[in-house]
């Protein structure tokens, strides 16, 4: 499994962006996909994820201004951040996990840069 992230810039506090995730490969073993984030000096943390089912989760700190989303057709996920704040500031990473055994797939990481 590949995973390819896109999106990723600079962008003043309020502002928006929009994260790209494409699988390729054995994309059937993976079972939810989401996106994770790492700060300078911070462990990384979940941001959200959606299931095969298109149940989804998300962070309490983007509840209301992240929307993930998948299309099926282009094996892509999504990620829709508005209302951006300094504290997005991260470097954002594709996560595709499959259930059992269980593994994570990582896609290279995206530079998300918010400015006050």
């Known amino acids: 499994v590949q995973l390819q992230a896109s999106g990723g810039g600079l962008v003043q506090a309020g502002g928006a962006l929009r994260l790209s995730c494409a699988a390729s490969g054995d994309i059937f073993v993976i079972n939810i996909m989401g996106w994770y984030r790492q700060a300078p000096g911070e462990q990384r943390e979940l941001v959200a994820t959606i299931t095969t089912d298109d149940n989804v989760n998300y962070a309490d700190s983007v509840k209301g201004r992240f929307t993930i989303s998948r299309d099926n057709r282009k094996h892509t996920i999504y990620l829709q951040m508005n209302s951006l704040k300094p504290e997005d500031t991260a470097v954002y990473y594709c996560?595709?996990?499959?259930?059992?055994?269980?593994?994570?797939?990582w896609g290279q990481g995206t530079q998300v840069t918010v400015s006050s």
């Open positions: 996560n595709g996990r499959r259930r059992w055994p269980q593994y994570d797939y």
